[in-house]
Nanobody
């Protein structure tokens, strides 16, 4: 059974940095797509970043480009989200997500950053709070 466990959330001041980690257990394949989503109170869950294991391609929401970096340790089944220059509007519950089925180069071209419906497995979420 696949499980995703996030860590690394916390509280920082505006302009600060945090690094989120998410380890996937129960899956031994090499091809995967892993992503980060976030949900602020009263708002819908939105995609933040995604990475594909095949070529290491990355995709970002416009709101985080240039500030956030997603990376993948494929051997350890662990995805990271380095968040720099954090803003109060980044405050949210951050979720790790994974898909191990639609991970071909064609799937990547078709999906890119993806939406909630593109991911099968989810972590429990980790809170990020940015104060001004």
């Amino acid at each position: 059974q696949v499980q995703l466990v996030e860590s690394g959330g916390g509280s920082v001041q505006s302009g600060g940095s945090l690094r989120l980690s998410c380890r996937a257990s129960g899956y031994t394949g090499s091809r995967k797509c892993m992503g980060w989503f976030r949900q602020a109170p009263g708002k819908e869950r939105e995609a933040v970043a995604a990475i594909y294991s095949g070529g290491g391609s990355t995709y970002y929401a416009d709101s985080v480009k240039g500030r956030f970096t997603i990376s993948l340790d494929n051997a350890e089944n662990t995805v990271y989200l380095q968040m720099n220059n954090l803003r109060p509007e980044d405050t949210a519950l951050y979720y790790c997500a994974a898909d191990f089925r639609r991970v071909s180069p064609w799937d990547e071209l078709e999906r890119g950053l993806g939406t909630q419906n593109d991911f099968t497995y989810w972590g429990q979420g980790t809170q990020v709070t940015v104060s001004s």
